[in-house]
């Protein structure tokens, strides 16, 4: 009978030594080093382009904002109330509706199928449009109210109901108001005024109707002044001017920042973006 046995292990069937093991953390370390490395410079690259994004948002945002504003701006004539290089205050529509009931007796109209906010604040005001005259009318907005509180209760068709709401104007003569019809439109105006102002260390475009005396914010953050927001003005022959009553197209360039900053090089910058619209005023 054959004993069985156990052989010695050869020397190709030895483990690790204590050198390859090393060896190998060594490169394992190297190849994760390289690997962590790559994945911050994506990281700061996908939030750079976020921030981008951001800042171009932002500036969209506010572009479209204002360009509608200074566009019926000077509707019906009017002028704008203030103009300077960083700051711009003018007559912003509020609110419309169809004129539809007269007051027997005084300058008193009631209002149908009204949008927006109308309201008697002490630089409120109105365009209403006079077919006789064919031109639309700049009136002074004294007092709103409702039909029963202003004695105009029901519209002027037959089966109509009450106005939704019921404005009495400002009047110096019976002219002011005596071509106003049933069935003219009418555009209510505040004074709005548009600028950069500073909240926690950061500036933002900011609007104040009327006296008010802070702003409200509406986006941002821009680039400090006197870069950040950047009005001109032009006559209707494209020349710069600076009379209000002139000016028939405003330039206007806004330079906006990021909310975040990110890493570049060595050291953490906001990034930023600027955008430029020319806005033709429509009279």
């Known amino acids: 009978m054959t004993r069985l046995g156990f052989g010695r292990l050869g020397d190709n069937h030895r483990g690790f030594t204590l050198i390859e093991l090393i060896i190998a953390m060594v490169l394992g370390v190297m190849v994760l080093t390289g690997v962590v490395q790559m994945m911050i410079v994506q990281g700061r690259g996908y939030r750079k382009q976020r921030e981008l994004i951001d800042v171009r948002e932002t500036a969209r945002e506010a572009v479209a904002l204002l360009s509608w504003d200074l566009r019926q701006s000077v509707v019906g ?3 704008l109330a203030a103009m300077a290089p960083g700051t711009i205050a003018l007559r912003s529509p509020r609110g419309l509706g169809t004129i539809c009931a007269k007051h027997a007796s005084l300058p008193r109209y009631g209002l149908w199928k009204t949008g927006g906010n109308i309201v008697a604040g002490i630089d409120d005001s109105a365009l209403v ?3 006789g005259r ?7 907005i004294t007092a709103v109210g409702t039909p029963a509180e202003m004695g105009v209760t029901a519209c002027a068709w037959p089966g109509a109901g009450p106005p939704d709401v019921v404005v009495e104007f400002g009047v110096g003569t019976k002219t002011d108001t005596s071509y106003i019809e049933i069935g003219a439109p009418f555009r209510g105006f505040r004074r709005i005024e548009y600028a950069q102002y500073q909240l926690n260390n950061r500036w933002w475009l900011g609007r104040k109707f009327g006296a008010a005396t802070s702003y409200e914010q509406l986006t941002g953050p821009l680039v400090a002044p006197p870069s950040g927001l950047n009005f001109t003005y032009y006559d209707t022959l494209g020349v710069v001017t600076t009379n209000p009553s002139a000016v028939g197209s405003i330039a206007f360039t806004l330079r906006t920042e990021s909310f975040k900053n990110t890493y570049e090089g060595s050291t953490y910058v906001y990034q ?3 955008l430029t619209t020319k806005v033709a005023l429509r009279r």
């Open 134 to 140: 064919d031109k639309w009318t700049v009136l002074k």
């Open 272 to 274: 930023r973006d600027s």
């Open 129 to 131: 449009y006079q077919s």
């Open 77 to 79: 004539g009017s002028s």
